[in-house]
C-alpha cells in the first residue's frame, strides 16, 4: 500500500488548506482506517485526526477540534483533511497514516506502519 500526500504549502495565520491523500496498491484499500499526524521542527510525531473505517465518524487532537475536518471518498481511495483558522502552530510536516483491521488508526504514532511522504505546511503571523 502507498500513501501519497499533496496540498500542503503557505498559508497567513487565519487561512485554510485541504490536504488529500491517496490510497494505492492494494484492491482492498477501502479497507484501512486513515488518519494524520504532523511533525513540526525539533518536536515528536503527534496525532491530530482519524476517520474510523465503519461510519465515518471523525476523532480530533484537542489542539484541532473546532478547525481541522477529516473525510475520506472511498471511491477515489482518499482522505482529506479540511484545515481552517490556521494558527502559527499548526506549521509542520503533515503525514497520512493507514492501519489494517482495525476500525480507527492508533493514536500512538509507534504503533503506525504505513506512512506517507509528509506535505509540509507552513503558517505565519
Known amino acids: 500500500v502507498q500513501l501519497v500526500e499533496s496540498g500542503g504549502g503557505s498559508v497567513q495565520a487565519g487561512g485554510s488548506l485541504t490536504l488529500s491523500c491517496a490510497v494505492s496498491g492494494r484492491s482492498d484499500v477501502s479497507n484501512y482506517a486513515l488518519g494524520w499526524f504532523r511533525q513540526a521542527l525539533g518536536k515528536e510525531r503527534e496525532f491530530v485526526a482519524a476517520i474510523t473505517w465503519i461510519g465515518g465518524s471523525g476523532l480530533y487532537a484537542t489542539s484541532v477540534r473546532g478547525r481541522f475536518t477529516i473525510s475520506r471518498d472511498d471511491a477515489k481511495n482518499t482522505t482529506y483533511l479540511q484545515m481552517n483558522s490556521l494558527k502559527p502552530e499548526d506549521t509542520a510536516v503533515y503525514y497520512c497514516?493507514?492501519?489494517?483491521?482495525?476500525?480507527?488508526?492508533?493514536?500512538?504514532?509507534?504503533?503506525?506502519?504505513?506512512w506517507g511522504q509528509g506535505t509540509q505546511v507552513v503558517v505565519s503571523s
Open positions: 497514516a493507514a492501519q489494517s483491521n482495525v476500525n480507527i488508526v492508533s493514536e500512538t504514532p509507534r504503533r503506525i506502519h504505513l
